[in-house]
């Protein structure tokens, strides 16, 4: 964030539903949201997300199950409204909620954040308020209403400025917010998090959020894309970007059979290696690109990610410690010239000649060349292939990271 007024933001949690449909209380359901995948209540994990953006100003609104739910925002320090008549529906408890922060007063802008839409991520609410702060500092006309959008899916939680309160607390609720705000300028603002787009309505729904929890501190291929393009990363640096998250995706997959085949856990991701390949060189060009991409993904609450770049040029794996999706990442980096195959002893070689004037700069690199060597040998006695094997055929067979 450049420099928003958290103080003058707040955040409306709409919990009132009856959840007919679910048959337990939304807001009490437990989500892996907590590091090292620790469950917590869904109310928990949202008011931990708003905190983490500087947001403290947070109010649940309550309603069916109030007792259970208010209990439970009291547990965390939240705010509670309670609507008198949930059955009303939804835009009954944004007008409770907005009712309470307007006679309070001091309020710019409102997250109308739902209960049942809960892997909302970090970045996500980040990129809003860059969005409102950029047209404050810019002296533009704020945006109404600021809206987050993947791949061209709008989602939640909008932001909804001050001068949609009244049109808001007068709407009869028929067609509910969206109606109430028709006509007025909508920005939407894209972000690299499609779990904006989720939402748990019933116990099947419920299941599947309980997996996509695990990526919440990480992100999916398709999301690394959308974050590559955000960050308006060059075509050479695209291709470059996809070849290495093909390879490394082609080694989690020998990875993972190799130890299935043993009767041992997986524990690798193709997945994430892959998304992790795509993001490894998103600040190059920047001083000491790998730290300063790890740095920006941590700064988007994506510690995960940023694991798996900060340490792509060189690494040393101990001998104890298993292969993961940073070894593998690493490995494929070493594969790729732009998005070319290229065995380790060329692509070191041909930097020794460059600086073969320069003693101490060989010395640095035939130790990176050794110990990529080690990782290179360390995988094939693990699966039985040469990882420059799959990566030629990786990139010679126009996989693409996807």
Known sequence: MTGVDCGRTSVLILAAGKAERMGRVKALLPLPLLPGGVACSTLAGLARLYRACGLEDITVVSGFHATLVEEEAAALG??????LHPEAGMFSSVRAGFAALAKRGGVERIFVQPVDIPLVRPLTVMALLDAAD???????????VLVPAFSGDKGHPPLVGAQCFRRILEHDGRGGLRTALAGLAQRVVDVPDALILEDMDTPVEYERLRGQARWHEALSPDEAHALLRLRRIPEKGLRHARAVGAVAARLAH???????????????????????????????????????????????GLPVMAELVRDHRDLVLPEEAPFAERELVYLADKYCRGDSFVPLEIRFGQKLEQYANDAEACAAITGRLERAQRMEARFARETGIPPATLARAALESGEEAA
């Not at 939240?78 to 609507?83: D, E, H, K, P, Y």
């Not at 997945?271 to 988007?300: Q, T, V």
């Open 78 to 83: 939240l705010a509670v409204v309670r609507n």
């Open 134 to 144: 950029e047209e404050k500092s810019r002296n533009l006309p704020a945006s109404p």
């Open 254 to 300: 020998a990875l993972e059979k190799s130890r299935k085949d043993r009767g041992l856990a997986a524990s690798c991701c193709a997945r994430l290696a892959m998304a992790g390949g795509l993001l490894h060189d998103i600040c190059k060009g920047e001083p000491h690109h790998e730290a300063a991409g790890g740095k920006l993904l941590e700064s988007l």
